[in-house]
C-alpha cells in the first residue's frame, strides 16, 4: 500500500514539470483563421509566453459585498412595489363589483313595479312612492362613489 503511494506521488511530480513546461503555440490555418493549441498546428507556428494573471484586487471583495447588498435592496423595493401592485389591483376589482352591483340594483329599481322590504311578519312590505325614490337616489349615489 505504501509503495503504491510513493509510486504514485513520485509520478505526480515527474508529470508535473512537463505539464507546466507545455507551451501555447498559434499559427494561421489554411482558412486564414488564427488558432491555437498546445502543439504546433503546422511549420509555422510560433509559441505564444502567456502572461500570468493579476493579482486579485483587494478591494473585489468589498465591491462584490456592495453589489450583493445592492441586489438585496432592489428585490425588497420590487417585492414591496409587487405588493402595492397587488393591493391596489385587489382595490379596484372590489370597486368594479360594487359599481357593477349599484348599476345593476338601479336598473332593478327603475324596471321593477314594485320593490319590497322585509317585512315583521313573513310577508315583505311594498315600498312607499318616498321610499323608493329615496332607494333610487341610494342607488345613483352609490354609481357616483365606485363608478368613473
Known amino acids: 500500500m505504501k509503495r503504491s503511494i510513493l509510486v504514485l506521488m513520485l509520478a505526480f511530480t515527474l508529470v508535473m514539470p512537463v505539464v507546466h513546461a507545455a507551451g501555447v503555440y498559434k499559427w ?5 483563421k488564427v ?3 498546445d502543439q504546433p498546428g503546422n511549420a509555422v507556428a510560433e509559441q505564444v509566453q502567456i502572461k500570468a494573471a493579476p493579482p486579485p484586487d483587494p478591494g473585489l471583495k468589498k465591491k462584490q459585498e456592495q453589489s450583493d447588498k445592492l441586489i438585496k435592496v432592489q428585490e425588497e423595493e420590487r417585492k414591496l412595489k409587487d405588493e402595492e401592485t397587488a393591493k391596489a389591483k385587489q382595490k ?5 363589483k360594487q359599481c357593477l352591483h349599484a348599476r345593476t340594483q338601479l336598473k332593478n329599481y327603475e324596471r321593477a313595479r314594485y320593490l319590497y ?5 313573513e310577508q315583505d312590505a311594498v315600498l312607499s312612492d318616498e321610499e323608493r ?3 333610487t337616489e341610494e ?3 352609490s354609481i357616483d362613489d365606485f363608478c368613473d
Open 133 to 135: 325614490k329615496l332607494a
Open 92 to 96: 379596484e376589482d372590489v370597486r368594479e
Open 35 to 37: 488558432q491555437f493549441g
Open 28 to 32: 494561421v490555418d489554411e482558412n486564414g
Open 117 to 121: 322590504k322585509p317585512g315583521a311578519g
Open 139 to 141: 342607488a345613483k349615489k
